[in-house]
């Protein structure tokens, strides 16, 4: 059971770094939006984030794979799946020359990742909490025992 409180306590940090990770990039497009900040340097910030949401995104996914939580696996792999595409047709990025013609679409997909990773979290979090109450009642049983 030791393991799987760490399992869980992993993906809680890896899941709060994903949601604090979107919320900036959601307010990098605001401050573009509102003209706090020149395109190049919400580009800069943005870009600069990207490649390791995808690796802790997958990290993740292949975390709950290999300890068979299929169901955490099954509504990860979406989000995985998507990230691959993008990796993969060289869209991932956002370029300064376009970025004002593609914000609406930019925010929205960063409120649904958002959304998306506020939903992981709050599971995470449930089975992080049950994970814990299983581990610490087992362990008082067995002190009972000795």
Not at 50 to 63: A, D, K, M, R, Y
Not at 67 to 91: D, G, N, Q, S
Not at 128 to 133: E, F, I, P, Q
Request: aromatic share 20%; glycine share 2%.
């Amino acid at each position: 059971m030791a393991w799987d409180l760490f399992l869980w306590i992993v993906s809680f940090f890896v899941s709060l770094a994903l949601v604090a990770s979107v919320f900036y990039q959601v307010i990098c497009l605001t401050d573009l939006e509102a003209d706090y900040l020149n395109p190049f340097e919400t580009s800069t910030r943005i870009n600069r984030l990207v490649i390791p949401e995808f690796i802790l995104q997958g990290s993740l996914c292949l975390l709950f794979l290999l300890t068979w939580h299929w169901v955490f696996f099954l509504v990860a792999v979406p989000v995985t799946v998507y990230h691959a595409m993008l990796y993969k047709e060289r869209r991932y990025l956002i370029d300064v020359t376009e970025v004002f013609r593609g914000i609406s679409f930019e925010k929205k997909l960063r409120y649904t990742k958002l959304g998306f990773y506020v939903f992981l979290f709050i599971m995470v979090v449930f089975r992080l909490t049950l994970s814990a109450v299983y581990s610490f009642t087992e362990d008082d049983d067995l002190l009972h025992l000795f």
